[in-house]
């Protein structure tokens, strides 16, 4: 539950704490805990019209209101708009709680209001629940401010909208402007009245910070006022669907929290994993061109994205036992391999092409299907998809996009032009803020465990493998001569330049995947001391950082307009997900007693507080600053940063 501090609400520090409810499609509802915006990506109804993408943000909140005799009205909502917050009805605020569902109390004049906020699962549709949990009656206000907007864009007044409503027999449709698709709407109990109107210049305080355009208009169709006794309830459906209109809210909402009791059945007893096996689920959807499940990368404004995809689905798919939901995410991502290689993103809009820019993707398949093994037991579906890693690897050596091959060492190399194909990709127009052509530390990690893991297979199955096995010799045998630093840690890249191989010795964690995989380059006392250098250098509270401090290039704060975030995105800023990577690798060094496993308990920690009380409430966000990380930064709620401390947990439960 979250309360403001001393018991005293407070705009600043409630309106920075958010939520979000999914729908299993890419559509989402969410805001800060006391109703104001702070984000383009905020919105009661964000729609994918094309699941899981071509997000839209329909409805962009509620405004409630209190009326009380002689007329006097107190508004329970809250904005900000240039030099004000108007209303003030964060001062009526008592609470947020998260669980079952986004819920907000307040009250104001001995009059009790629980406002709950939930989305039908497969379905564009939002359910908004008023609850009267005081002892005196009253008029409730409710009035609904509409957007028509692509989910990345502002919204601004235009006369081309003008949202012409449309009374039916039981609800009403809203059409924004000719020729777009309507959005339907209902309420259970009182009368509506119409009332135009624009509002402008609202200001969303994290776009600000990110150095973008920050002001918005929205637009008012009218209101319904509604008598609430003790104890009484109205729903509000919103929804792009008008078959939902038909649908009793009552069912939905306890259809919904029935699906929700089934998510967390496995949950060790523990209400932390618990709540993670609920928000793992938010990021697994079904994809509509291929009607199967995908992952979305991060909420608010990630897509579904290979690499993401292959190292989140391992905490949010594998480890939580979802064979069914594993089999079908790796169909997704294999109807589209080509040239050997998964795409890294599918695009945000209907009929743009798919990226294929990444090294790493593909390599992960390997982990995910040898880990997806290790779980289900299931040699079938490895023999289903065997044929495609033959391709992946066959690709692989002889060569495919941006020059990506193995050479003659057995290591995987590429890079071309400014292309970004690990997981550091930052760039900037023309700028690459961490150039990383040749052979990255983390890629020989992932080639010679996709190589070993295909021999394991093909034993398996009884398929040759001695040319894959070959290669994968030749990588270990020249590993540690080419790739271990004096000092007892992994250089980050190698790149070949006139004839000679240069080292780039900058201390990264990208090195310990060498360690946390299924197959090893190092010796066990290599190993020990590279997690040990790890720990002492890049682990802090939140994650590993994602560059030593000492390094020049260091950046201690990840904030600022797109040039600051991203140049600091890979120099220093703490990124969670590393945590699974390193408590894996911890675990692996050390016995797993008691004490070690009290100690992954303890590590976890600040994130488990970050989860439940910063930020984004039930979340876990995507990156920290690097120099002292304490607020979580990026997206609100990132599928790796789940993925990687749900893992761990289980890991810890079951092993």
Same mark, same amino acid.
């Given at each position: 539950?979250?309360?403001?501090?001393?018991?005293?609400?407070?705009?600043?520090?409630?309106?920075?704490?958010?939520?979000?409810?999914?729908?299993?499609?890419?559509?989402?509802?969410?805001?800060?805990?006391?109703?104001?915006?702070?984000?383009?990506?905020?919105?009661?109804?964000?729609?994918?019209?094309?699941?899981?993408?071509?997000?839209?943000?329909?409805?962009?909140?509620?405004?409630?209101?209190?009326?009380?005799?002689?007329?006097?009205?107190?508004?329970?909502?809250?904005?900000?708009?240039?030099?004000?917050?108007?209303?003030?009805?964060?001062?009526?605020?008592?609470?947020?709680?998260?669980?079952?569902?986004?819920?907000?109390?307040?009250?104001?004049?001995?009059?009790?209001?629980?406002?709950?906020?939930?989305?039908?699962?497969?379905?564009?549709?939002?359910?908004?629940?008023?609850?009267?949990?005081?002892?005196?009656?009253?008029?409730?206000?409710?009035?609904?401010? *509409?957007?028509?907007?692509?989910?990345?864009?502002?919204?601004?007044?235009?006369?081309?909208?003008?949202?012409?409503?449309?009374?039916?027999?039981?609800?009403?449709?809203?059409?924004?402007?000719?020729?777009?698709?309507?959005?339907?709407?209902?309420?259970?109990?009182?009368?509506?009245?119409?009332?135009?109107?624009?509002?402008?210049?609202?200001?969303?305080?994290?776009?600000?910070?990110?150095? *973008?355009?920050?002001?918005?208009?929205?637009?008012?169709?009218?209101?319904?006022?509604?008598?609430?006794?003790?104890?009484?309830?109205?729903?509000?459906?919103?929804?792009?669907?008008?078959?939902?209109?038909?649908?009793?809210?009552?069912?939905?909402?306890?259809?919904?929290?029935?699906?929700?009791?089934?998510?967390?059945?496995?949950?060790?007893?523990?209400?932390?994993?618990?709540?993670?096996?609920?928000?793992?689920?938010?990021?697994?959807?079904?994809?509509?061109?291929?009607?199967?499940?995908?992952?979305?990368?991060?909420?608010?404004?990630?897509?579904?994205?290979?690499?993401?995809?292959?190292?989140?689905?391992?905490?949010?798919?594998?480890?939580?036992?979802?064979?069914?939901?594993?089999?079908?995410?790796?169909?997704?991502?294999?109807?589209?391999?080509?040239?050997?290689?998964?795409?890294?993103?599918?695009?945000?809009?209907?009929?743009?092409?798919?990226?294929?820019?990444?090294?790493?993707?593909?390599?992960?398949?390997?982990?995910?299907?040898?880990?997806?093994?290790?779980?289900?037991?299931?040699?079938?579906?490895?023999?289903?998809?065997?044929?495609?890693?033959?391709?992946?690897?066959?690709?692989?050596?002889?060569?495919?996009?941006?020059?990506?091959?193995?050479?003659?060492?057995?290591?995987?190399?590429?890079?071309?032009?400014?292309?970004?194909?690990?997981?550091?990709?930052?760039?900037?127009?023309?700028?690459?803020?961490?150039?990383?052509?040749?052979?990255?530390?983390?890629?020989?990690?992932?080639?010679?465990?996709?190589?070993?893991?295909?021999?394991?297979?093909?034993?398996?199955?009884?398929?040759?493998?001695?040319?894959?096995?070959?290669?994968?010799?030749?990588?270990?045998?020249?590993?540690?001569?080419?790739?271990?630093?004096?000092?007892?840690?992994?250089?980050?890249?190698?790149?070949?330049?006139?004839?000679?191989?240069?080292?780039?010795?900058?201390?990264?964690?990208?090195?310990?995947?060498?360690?946390?995989?299924?197959?090893?380059?190092?010796?066990?006392?290599?190993?020990?001391?590279?997690?040990?250098?790890?720990?002492?250098?890049?682990?802090?509270?939140?994650?590993?950082?994602?560059?030593?401090?000492?390094?020049?290039?260091?950046?201690?704060?990840?904030?600022?307009?797109?040039?600051?975030?991203?140049?600091?995105?890979?120099?220093?800023?703490?990124?969670?997900?590393?945590?699974?990577?390193?408590?894996?690798?911890?675990?692996?060094?050390?016995?797993?007693?008691?004490?070690?496993?009290?100690?992954?308990?303890?590590?976890?920690?600040?994130?488990?507080?970050?989860?439940?009380?910063?930020?984004?409430?039930?979340?876990?966000?995507?990156?920290?600053?690097?120099?002292?990380?304490?607020?979580?930064?990026?997206?609100?709620?990132?599928?790796?940063?789940?993925?990687?401390?749900?893992?761990?947990?289980?890991?810890?439960?079951?092993?």
């Amino acid at each position: 539950m979250i309360i403001s501090s001393n018991g005293r609400p407070d705009f600043n520090e409630m309106s920075s704490k958010e939520w979000i409810v999914t729908n299993g499609i890419g559509g989402y509802a969410s805001s800060s805990v006391v109703g104001a915006n702070t984000r383009r990506y905020h919105g009661l109804l964000v729609a994918a019209l094309n699941p899981p993408t071509d997000r839209n943000v329909l409805v962009s909140k509620m405004e409630e209101a209190i009326l009380f005799n002689r007329g006097s009205v107190v508004s329970l909502s809250s904005n900000q708009f240039p030099g004000v917050v108007h209303p003030n009805g964060w001062q009526y605020f008592k609470f947020f709680q998260r669980r079952p569902f986004p819920s907000m109390k307040f009250e104001a004049n001995d009059c009790h209001l629980l406002k709950t906020v939930f989305m039908v699962y497969g379905s564009n549709t939002t359910v908004v629940e008023y609850e009267n949990t005081g002892e005196n009656p009253y008029f409730l206000r409710l009035t609904p401010f *509409l957007v028509a907007k692509d989910y990345h864009a502002m919204f601004h007044e235009n006369p081309a909208f003008d949202f012409r409503i449309q009374p039916k027999n039981s609800h009403y449709g809203v059409y924004p402007r000719s020729g777009q698709q309507p959005l339907f709407f209902r309420f259970t109990r009182g009368s509506w009245t119409d009332s135009r109107a624009w509002y402008r210049h609202y200001e969303y305080v994290r776009e600000q910070e990110r150095g *973008l355009d920050y002001r918005e208009d929205t637009f008012t169709i009218g209101y319904v006022d509604a008598l609430l006794q003790p104890g009484e309830k109205i729903y509000w459906v919103f929804s792009t669907d008008e078959d939902a209109m038909k649908a009793d809210p009552e069912l939905l909402k306890l259809s919904e929290i029935m699906r929700m009791e089934h998510l967390s059945k496995n949950d060790h007893g523990d209400p932390f994993i618990r709540n993670l096996l609920l928000v793992a689920d938010q990021f697994v959807v079904r994809r509509n061109s291929t009607n199967s499940f995908s992952v979305i990368a991060g909420y608010h404004w990630f897509t579904d994205w290979g690499r993401d995809t292959m190292i989140a689905m391992r905490g949010l798919t594998i480890a939580t036992g979802k064979q069914a939901e594993s089999q079908s995410i790796l169909r997704t991502f294999l109807q589209h391999l080509d040239d050997g290689m998964l795409p890294n993103r599918f695009p945000d809009r209907t009929g743009e092409a798919l990226e294929y820019n990444t090294i790493d993707a593909t390599l992960w398949l390997f982990v995910v299907l040898f880990e997806y093994n290790q779980q289900f037991n299931d040699l079938l579906f490895i023999q289903e998809v065997f044929d495609h890693l033959t391709d992946i690897l066959d690709h692989h050596i002889a060569g495919t996009r941006y020059h990506i091959r193995a050479n003659d060492e057995g290591f995987l190399e590429g890079g071309e032009g400014i292309a970004q194909l690990t997981w550091m990709d930052a760039r900037v127009g023309d700028y690459v803020v961490t150039p990383r052509h040749g052979c990255p530390v983390e890629i020989q990690a992932l080639w010679y465990n996709a190589l070993r893991i295909y021999q394991h297979f093909a034993e398996l199955l009884d398929k040759p493998h001695e040319v894959y096995s070959e290669v994968a010799d030749r990588c270990a045998r020249h590993f540690k001569a080419k790739f271990l630093h004096p000092d007892g840690y992994l250089y980050d890249l190698l790149e070949m330049k006139d004839g000679t191989w240069v080292a780039d010795a900058s201390f990264r964690p990208n090195q310990l995947y060498a360690v946390s995989l299924p197959f090893s380059l190092l010796k066990p006392a290599e190993e020990k001391k590279l997690v040990e250098l790890v720990g002492e250098r890049l682990l802090t509270p939140y994650g590993l950082r994602t560059l030593s401090t000492d390094h020049p290039d260091f950046k201690p704060v990840y904030e600022g307009d797109q040039w600051h975030r991203d140049t600091a995105y890979h120099q220093g800023t703490v990124w969670p997900f590393l945590m699974g990577e390193y408590i894996a690798a911890y675990l692996k060094v050390n016995n797993r007693s008691e004490k070690t496993r009290s100690h992954i308990v303890a590590l976890l920690e600040p994130l488990k507080q970050h989860f439940y009380k910063n930020e984004g409430i039930f979340c876990i966000s995507e990156v920290f600053d690097g120099l002292s990380p304490q607020t979580g930064k990026g997206t609100i709620q990132q599928a790796w940063s789940v993925s990687a401390v749900l893992k761990a947990l289980l890991d810890l439960k079951t092993n």
